[in-house]
């Protein structure tokens, strides 16, 4: 983690504090909270899949021209998907279905597979990229699927 920026690092961290609000007020809060902490937990959630797919894309973006043209299709496509699968996880919430906690079971298991994206960047992201991504993805990650099981 030393090698992480320390703007980044202190940032990232403070990005999982909101879903760590959320289920501390699950475990310990009146039930009144409990719909609010799973709807913001589910929000929450969805935004920052949905902020991901834009990283990725300014990665693509930003990539050399010949790199562009050769084989970041897959990274391209791969930067779309986050927002949709987090639109998928509100349809239930949009037809007064069953929700959030099949949502952010889905929104949880998102987080944790972004990590093959990140993996996959190689030398596209910095040397760092992955020592910060993983603690902020395994992190919000289960704790999205714990908010979703509590």
């Not at 079971?105 to 998102?110: N, V």
């Not at 987080?111 to 190689?122: F, H, K, N, W």
């Amino acid at each position: 983690m030393r090698e992480i920026p320390g703007l980044a690092r202190v940032l990232g961290l403070s990005g999982l504090l909101p879903q760590a609000a959320c289920l501390i007020a699950l475990l310990f809060g009146p039930p009144e909270w409990r719909e609010p902490a799973l709807r913001i937990a589910a929000i929450y959630a969805a935004l920052i899949l949905s902020f991901l797919g834009g990283l990725w894309w300014g990665i693509a973006a930003g990539a050399p021209a010949a790199e562009r043209r050769r084989a970041l299709g897959w990274l391209w496509i791969a930067a779309v998907t986050p927002s949709l699968v987090a639109l998928a996880c509100f349809l239930p919430w949009a037809f007064g279905w069953r929700w959030p906690e099949p949502s952010l079971i889905m929104l949880g298991a998102a987080l944790l597979i972004s990590l093959g994206v990140d993996a996959r960047l190689g030398s596209l992201a910095p040397r760092w990229w992955m020592a910060l991504r993983v603690p902020l993805s395994v992190g919000l990650g289960a704790m999205t699927i714990a908010i979703a099981l509590t």
